[in-house]
Structure formats: C-alpha cells, structure tokens
C-alpha cells in the first residue's frame, strides 16, 4: 500500500501545476493553429508538440548534459538543443543551405534598388535592442543585459532561423521565448502588417502599378550568390555560419549541375533540421520560464520590433519615391521584413485589393529576400560586437 501511495505521489497527475496547464492549452492552440487555420505549421505544429510534452512533470526530455553525468541524466530533446543549438548552433546554418536552395535572386537582380527596402526594414531590430536597454527605466523592472537585448531585437527581423541563430550564441536561456515569438510574428503577418500598410499609404500610392522586372539571365544567377558572398562576409565576418550556407544553397539551385544536391538542400535536408529545431525550440517553453515579467516584456518588444520593421520599409519606399521617376508602390516596403513569402504575398494581396491590375508578388520579393540578408547580417554584427 505504501509503495503504491508513493508511486501516486510521484505521477505527472499528482505534481502537474496551474502554469503547466496553461503551458499546455497554449501548445495545443499552437497545434489547432497549425492544422485547423493552416498557420506556418511547419513551425507551429512540432513547437506545440514540444511545448506539450516538456510541460509534463517528470519526463527529463529537456534535460541537457552536465559536466558530472554527461548524457547519463539528459533527455533527447535537451542533447540536440545542448549539441545543435547552444553548444555547436550547426542547426540554424543547415537551415539556411536549404533556404538558400529555394530562393530565386531574380528579384534582387532586376531592381537592386529593393535591396535598400529590406535594409530600412531591419530598423526594427535596432528600436527593440535600444528598447530593451531601456526597460530597466521603468520602476520595477530589472532590464535586460546588452547580449539579452541583442537577442530580443533580431525578433524583429521576423526570421525565426536567425532568432535562434543569436539567441543561441548570446543568450540561450532566451532563445525558446525568442524563438516562439519570432515564428508567432511570422505566422501573423496576415493581422499584423495589413493595418500598418493602410495607414501609412494613400489610396493613390496603393494603386500604383510597377512595370514587370526585367529579364535576368543565367549568368547573372550564377554570378551574383558568390559575389554577394564574399562582400558580405569580408565586411562582417561573423555573418559567415548564416550568408555562406544561404549563397552555397542557391549555387546547388542556380548551377543546375547539381540538382540531387539542391532537391536535398531544399527538401530532406531541411525538413530533417525543422523537426528537430522547431521541437527543440517548443521543449524550452517550460512554465517556469514563460510565466514571468521577462518574458512578456519580451513579447512586447518583439511586437514593436516587427511593427517597426513593416513601418520602416514603407516609409522608405515613400522617400525613395521623391527622387524617382517611375515610382515604386510604398506597399512593396513592408516586405522588407523576413516573413518570406508571407510578407510579400501580403503587399502583393493589398495592392490587388486597391488595383486589381496591380502584380507586386515579384517586386515585393526582392526587398522581401534582402530582408533574410538584412536580419542575418545584423546578427553577424551582434556576434562580432558582444559574442
């Protein structure tokens, strides 16, 4: 009788808190998202998972290794955050081999100009990193230490690769709510931008139509993955885990000598390193780390980080257009963001809405994937500034 006492005692029903609870309404949401509204559910659905089933007592599946019992004690789930993320961070750089291998630079190409977009866009990440710093002003509130605030801004760069990147490797006992967020804001883009996008254009600006982007030939594909390469990587060398693999990803795609390697990169290769990231990332969302003042201030910043970022881009496209002769529709700027393609179907959705003979999807693509370099290269200048 007494062992079976003890045995009730120590069950997960026994021991699982109010915050558990709540933590675990929270990853089945994440689930019902995914697979009811079709949200990111490659992310959203094995987060929720994670979140699931971290927030069950006793099962030690995040437990990480220790340097007195080594694997002895560590769950699967906290060996590939401890070797993957915190202690390696290979997973992120994997990531982006396969994203390198889906994008098309053609965009880029055709209108250098977007570049500009996507880099306007990444002042987000600035406002949140300077707002961060800043919290400790508020009564009550502690603050974040710089490498924190580092890890809270690039939120607003809306990439969830490069979140984690940074995170991982300045302040990883952040990067599960970090990483939640950034994929959050991500999969809101649909409620998030639209608004903002209306508010800050007139009808006259939304309707503008922008001629279709020039022809971009083969050696112009092939050329501009390497260049791009190594001009980035010499004036910020510590955006090399991220901007190499992203370029050597598009070369596998663009050579079309390779296209095993390529139809890897960009299908098993990715999927494999989703899963076990996007899992990883759901088992750090333990109640004792979500339910504090930290967090949601967290959640808040983020919020102000993309907001800001959307904001950005369309006001500069409004300045650019004070000095050009054929103007570009302001909507394409909040594509500038890295919700890719979220963010440029959205600019390309509310212009048909005021134009339907309007066709931005190609043109808010190129400030849309200048943003994926934007907020990686912001993070290559964090790590070099504070790693």
Request: proline share 6%.
């Amino acid at each position: 009788m007494t062992e079976f006492l003890e045995f009730i005692n120590t069950s997960g029903f026994m021991n699982i808190g109010w915050q558990n609870f709540i933590m675990l309404l929270v990853g089945t949401a994440f689930i019902i998202l995914a697979i009811s509204k079709n949200m990111e559910p490659y992310e959203l659905l094995p987060i929720g998972l994670g979140i699931l089933v971290v927030n069950l007592p006793f099962t030690g599946l995040a437990a990480e290794p220790s340097s007195t019992s080594g694997h002895q004690d560590a769950g699967i789930l906290g060996v590939i955050f401890h070797y993957g993320l915190s202690f390696w961070n290979i997973i992120p750089p994997i990531i982006f081999i396969g994203l390198g291998a889906m994008t098309d630079f053609t965009s880029i190409i055709a209108n250098p100009k977007t570049i500009l977009l996507g880099a306007a866009a990444q002042i987000g990440i600035f406002l949140a990193f300077w707002g961060a710093l800043t919290v400790h002003l508020i009564p009550g509130i502690s603050g974040f230490t710089v490498e924190e605030a580092a890890a809270i801004g690039i939120i607003g760069g809306a990439d969830g690769p490069t979140t984690i990147f940074l995170s991982a490797k300045l302040a990883p006992h952040l990067l599960g709510i970090t990483a939640v967020i950034a994929y959050s804001y991500m999969a809101s883009v649909t409620f998030i931008q639209p608004p903002l996008m209306k508010l800050l254009t007139t009808h006259k600006e939304r309707i503008i139509e922008m001629k279709p982007p020039r022809e971009v030939s083969q050696l112009e594909k092939l050329i501009f993955p390497p260049l791009a390469m190594l001009i980035i990587i010499l004036v910020v060398p510590r955006s090399a885990p991220l901007i190499s693999m992203f370029m050597i990803g598009n070369m596998f795609r663009e050579s079309g000598v390779v296209p095993r390697l390529a139809t890897t990169a960009s299908n098993e290769l990715i999927n494999i390193a989703t899963i076990f990231l996007m899992l990883t990332v759901g088992a750090q969302l333990t109640a004792q780390r979500v339910f504090n003042l930290e967090s949601i201030l967290i959640l808040v910043l983020g919020l102000i980080a993309f907001s800001a970022g959307t904001v950005s881009g369309i006001i500069f496209a409004k300045f650019m257009n004070l000095f050009m002769k054929e103007k570009i529709n302001p909507l394409i700027g909040s594509a500038g963001v890295s919700a890719v393609p979220m963010a440029a179907r959205i600019s390309h959705h509310i212009g048909q809405e005021s134009n339907p003979k309007s066709f931005l999807l190609p043109h808010a693509l190129g400030p849309n994937v200048a943003g994926v370099i934007g907020s990686a290269v912001v993070a290559g200048v964090f790590s070099s500034l504070l790693g």
